[in-house]
């Protein structure tokens, strides 16, 4: 008897719907899965026979063929095992097949019965509404984040007794429930590290804010323990509150790298990723066999905090440059080839030299000038222009430690950002374009008009500083945010002075 299962499998940061087709017949007993399984799923046959037996039912002594449709894509994970194990039972009428007909399964199966969280509940909540489908049944593990999808009834099961039972209509389970305006529109549940923590350094502070204000990146030089970490660790409290859009685009992809939390259904506060410098380039990218984001695809609406950047082997960041650019990722391997969203603030920190003493007034370097030059020389110059800030970060001195006055705090230099904020997606609203950080050519020529005296400057300082095409564009970005922060329609002089100040590197911070 044949029995179909409706199921689902993650590609990329989307689902798609997969048949699961089980044919119980008469032979001898054995027990294949096709349609292109991977391991995980060929050793589903064992943990689907223990359970099937362990829960009390009757598994045949049959030849059992499950199919997995489309058969022309890959499957992965072990989310088929409570699917294939529900086939099985229903091609042996132990279970109803009429109530299948608009119902998605998932789920992983121990051997004594139990059911075990998946991967990628969201998305596949969202493909099962998108295709029709009314009732969806999961482990109770990810049955929250999978309610946040309106007009889909989210049944969480703990184990193959329930699932059966809730099928033969038997037993009741109540559909999970969660409000997704609620959870966006409340206070952030995570206590972020205030700005105010942080003595002196004023300067850096206001190009913090910049930086927050127009999604710009930004890197920061200083010797040890100037505050170059401390402050990186603070930003994500003065980025605006995530919108509705972007706390779904980042808990799905949370939620199929397995690293969202169980009690945490969406994510609603902005990421925060800081790899250590030992990272591969397919840790920062992704990358394997199948395509799965990285790095900067989980830091995806958020910030990406790379602390002692020279450190980082070369290729690692040369990769860098494409989603940096686009604000996507794309993979391509011989099973598929996937785009992952990677639009993300990159904030990194260095020291100036190898003993991180260049520049410091009270400490010597040690650092011959050539020792010096190819500390910096391991990062290139065109990842360098994809940085729109550059900010040296000095000791910070006595008198600063000692007051008492630190500065404003986080919540109120947040207003002003989410004040600029909101000048920008009036500006380009009805466009993909949600920050000046990510202005292209066209718009930088309607939106970045500066007045006579500000062209002068810029002029005097690209002559003298012989900064690149980009560099231009980036001096042009940046002065639109701060001309933003101070709610100025037009870009004067002050702003693209100030603009300008925020290129360190190419005002030749390493010459002796």
């Given at each position: 008897?044949?029995?179909?299962?409706?199921?689902?499998?993650?590609?990329?940061?989307?689902?798609?719907?997969?048949?699961?087709?089980v044919?119980?017949?008469?032979?001898?007993?054995?027990?294949?899965t096709?349609?292109?399984?991977?391991?995980?799923?060929?050793?589903?046959?064992?943990?689907?026979?223990?359970?099937?037996?362990?829960?009390?039912?009757?598994?045949?002594?049959?030849?059992?063929?499950?199919?997995?449709?489309?058969?022309?894509?890959r499957?992965?994970?072990?989310?088929?095992?409570?699917?294939?194990?529900?086939?099985?039972?229903?091609?042996?009428?132990?279970?109803?097949?009429a109530?299948?007909?608009?119902?998605?399964?998932?789920?992983?199966?121990?051997?004594?019965?139990?059911?075990?969280?998946?991967?990628?509940?969201?998305?596949?909540?969202?493909?099962?509404?998108?295709?029709?489908?009314?009732?969806?049944?999961?482990?109770?593990?990810?049955?929250?984040?999978?309610?946040?999808?309106?007009?889909?009834?989210?049944?969480?099961?703990?184990s193959?007794?329930?699932?059966?039972?809730?099928?033969?209509?038997?037993?009741?389970?109540?559909?999970?429930?969660?409000?997704?305006?609620?959870?966006?529109?409340?206070?952030?549940?995570?206590?972020?590290?205030?700005?105010?923590?942080?003595?002196?350094?004023?300067?850096?502070?206001?190009?913090?804010?910049?930086?927050?204000?127009?999604?710009?990146?930004i890197?920061?030089?200083?010797?040890?323990?100037?505050?170059?970490?401390?402050?990186?660790?603070?930003?994500?409290?003065?980025?605006?509150?995530?919108?509705?859009?972007?706390?779904?685009?980042?808990?799905?992809?949370?939620?199929?790298?397995?690293?969202?939390?169980?009690?945490?259904?969406?994510?609603?506060?902005?990421?925060?990723?800081?790899?250590?410098?030992?990272?591969?380039?397919?840790?920062?990218?992704?990358?394997?066999?199948?395509?799965?984001?990285?790095?900067?695809?989980?830091?995806?609406?958020?910030?990406?905090?790379?602390?002692?950047?020279?450190?980082?082997?070369?290729?690692?960041?040369?990769?860098?440059?494409?989603?940096?650019?686009?604000g996507?990722?794309?993979?391509?391997?011989?099973?598929?080839?996937?785009?992952?969203?990677?639009?993300?603030?990159?904030?990194?920190?260095?020291?100036?030299?190898?003993?991180?003493?260049?520049?410091?007034?009270?400490?010597?370097?040690?650092?011959?000038?050539?020792?010096?030059?190819?500390?910096?020389?391991?990062?290139?110059g065109?990842?360098?222009?994809?940085?729109?800030?550059?900010?040296?970060?000095?000791?910070?001195?006595?008198?600063?430690?000692?007051?008492?006055?630190?500065?404003?705090?986080?919540?109120?230099v947040?207003?002003?950002?989410?004040?600029?904020?909101?000048?920008?997606?009036?500006?380009?609203?009805?466009?993909?374009?949600?920050?000046n950080?990510?202005?292209?050519?066209?718009?930088?020529?309607?939106?970045?008009?500066?007045?006579?005296?500000?062209?002068?400057?810029?002029?005097?300082?690209?002559?003298?500083?012989?900064?690149?095409?980009?560099?231009?564009?980036?001096?042009?970005?940046?002065?639109?945010?701060?001309?933003?922060?101070?709610?100025?329609?037009?870009?004067?002089?002050?702003?693209?002075?100030?603009?300008?100040?925020?290129?360190?590197l190419?005002?030749?911070?390493?010459?002796?």
């Amino acid at each position: 008897m044949l029995a179909t299962v409706l199921s689902s499998a993650v590609l990329g940061i989307d689902a798609y719907v997969v048949k699961v087709e089980v044919d119980v017949s008469d032979g001898l007993p054995a027990f294949s899965t096709v349609g292109l399984p991977d391991s995980a799923i060929k050793e589903s046959r064992d943990r689907v026979i223990a359970a099937i037996k362990n829960s009390g039912f009757y598994f045949p002594p049959s030849r059992i063929t499950a199919n997995l449709a489309p058969a022309d894509i890959r499957k992965t994970g072990s989310a088929f095992d409570l699917p294939i194990a529900i086939g099985v039972m229903a091609a042996t009428n132990q279970v109803d097949l009429a109530n299948l007909e608009s119902t998605m399964v998932l789920g992983e199966l121990a051997l004594d019965g139990t059911i075990r969280s998946i991967q990628g509940g969201l998305p596949i909540a969202i493909a099962a509404k998108q295709n029709g489908i009314k009732n969806l049944i999961l482990p109770a593990a990810n049955a929250k984040e999978a309610a946040i999808v309106d007009d889909l009834s989210v049944f969480p099961v703990e184990s193959l007794t329930d699932a059966a039972a809730f099928l033969n209509s038997a037993k009741e389970i109540s559909p999970e429930t969660y409000t997704l305006s609620n959870a966006v529109n409340s206070e952030d549940t995570q206590t972020y590290l205030d700005l105010i923590d942080v003595k002196g350094q004023e300067h850096v502070k206001r190009a913090v804010e910049v930086a927050a204000a127009g999604g710009h990146n930004i890197i920061m030089i200083g010797p040890p323990g100037s505050g170059k970490t401390m402050i990186a660790k603070r930003i994500p409290s003065i980025l605006p509150k995530l919108s509705t859009d972007e706390s779904l685009e980042t808990t799905k992809i949370q939620s199929i790298i397995g690293v969202l939390p169980s009690d945490t259904p969406l994510v609603t506060t902005r990421p925060f990723r800081s790899p250590h410098h030992t990272i591969s380039d397919a840790g920062l990218i992704g990358g394997g066999n199948v395509p799965r984001p990285g790095e900067v695809s989980l830091s995806h609406n958020g910030v990406l905090f790379l602390d002692e950047l020279p450190e980082f082997r070369r290729n690692v960041l040369e990769v860098m440059r494409q989603p940096l650019e686009d604000g996507h990722v794309t993979i391509s391997r011989a099973a598929a080839s996937l785009t992952y969203p990677a639009n993300f603030m990159l904030v990194a920190a260095m020291n100036p030299c190898p003993c991180g003493f260049f520049s410091d007034p009270n400490r010597e370097c040690k650092c011959t000038h050539k020792q010096i030059q190819t500390y910096v020389s391991r990062i290139s110059g065109p990842l360098l222009d994809r940085i729109d800030i550059q900010v040296e970060v000095p000791a910070v001195k006595y008198a600063e430690l000692s007051a008492e006055v630190t500065g404003e705090a986080s919540p109120i230099v947040r207003k002003r950002v989410e004040a600029a904020r909101r000048l920008q997606h009036q500006r380009f609203d009805g466009t993909s374009i949600h920050a000046n950080a990510n202005m292209e050519s066209k718009q930088i020529r309607e939106y970045c008009k500066i007045e006579s005296q500000a062209q002068d400057l810029l002029r005097i300082a690209i002559n003298q500083l012989g900064l690149s095409a980009r560099a231009y564009d980036r001096i042009l970005k940046v002065s639109r945010t701060i001309a933003d922060l101070d709610e100025n329609p037009s870009i004067d002089a002050v702003h693209v002075s100030e603009a300008i100040q925020y290129r360190s590197l190419d005002r030749s911070f390493w010459k002796k």
